[in-house]
């Protein structure tokens, strides 16, 4: 799998996506890509846009590094999304040891407001195959 890019449509009613049904087991890249929907992409909507995440990983140690953030850690991750989950080129994950969910396993929520009007998408990602590496749900 090399440099293969998902693209996730943000819904309001929320999604959950299994990695199971997108990542193999091969080692590699991919980019993952959260699309908002057309007229959430620019404008008073695009400026008035925030991000926030839930981890629901554990983090990994490896090679001395440290992927995630760890368990229920909630955190603003606006210009993060912007520059890379959001990019044309999405954020590049990598499937050794499964890293990718270290990264990105847990909730992400959106919202913004045009005028009067308020928008709260949401969308969470895990694999099923590693629930080992997944934090333990109340």
Same mark, same amino acid.
């Given at each position: 799998m090399s440099h293969?890019?998902? @693209?996730i449509p943000l819904r309001q009613d929320g999604a959950i996506v299994d990695f199971r049904n997108?990542?193999? +087991?091969? +080692? /590699?890249y991919f980019r993952l890509k959260i699309d908002l929907p057309h007229?959430? @992409?620019? /404008?008073q909507a695009f400026d008035n846009l925030r991000v926030f995440y839930v981890s629901r990983a554990l983090p990994q140690e490896l090679r001395g590094k440290v992927f995630g953030s760890g368990c229920s850690k909630f955190m603003e991750i606006t210009s993060f999304?912007?520059?890379h989950l959001g990019s =044309?080129? /999405?954020?590049?994950?990598n499937t050794t040891d499964q890293r990718y969910l270290s990264v990105?396993? /847990?909730n992400f929520y959106f919202f913004t407001t045009v005028d009067e009007d %308020? &928008?709260?998408g949401s969308v $969470? &990602?895990?694999? $099923?195959? %590693?629930?080992? =590496?997944?934090?333990?749900q109340d």
């Amino acid at each position: 799998m090399s440099h293969k890019v998902i @693209q996730i449509p943000l819904r309001q009613d929320g999604a959950i996506v299994d990695f199971r049904n997108w990542v193999t +087991k091969k +080692k /590699g890249y991919f980019r993952l890509k959260i699309d908002l929907p057309h007229e959430l @992409q620019e /404008g008073q909507a695009f400026d008035n846009l925030r991000v926030f995440y839930v981890s629901r990983a554990l983090p990994q140690e490896l090679r001395g590094k440290v992927f995630g953030s760890g368990c229920s850690k909630f955190m603003e991750i606006t210009s993060f999304y912007k520059n890379h989950l959001g990019s =044309k080129e /999405g954020l590049k994950l990598n499937t050794t040891d499964q890293r990718y969910l270290s990264v990105v396993a /847990g909730n992400f929520y959106f919202f913004t407001t045009v005028d009067e009007d %308020y &928008f709260l998408g949401s969308v $969470s &990602f895990v694999d $099923s195959r %590693y629930k080992a =590496k997944m934090c333990k749900q109340d």
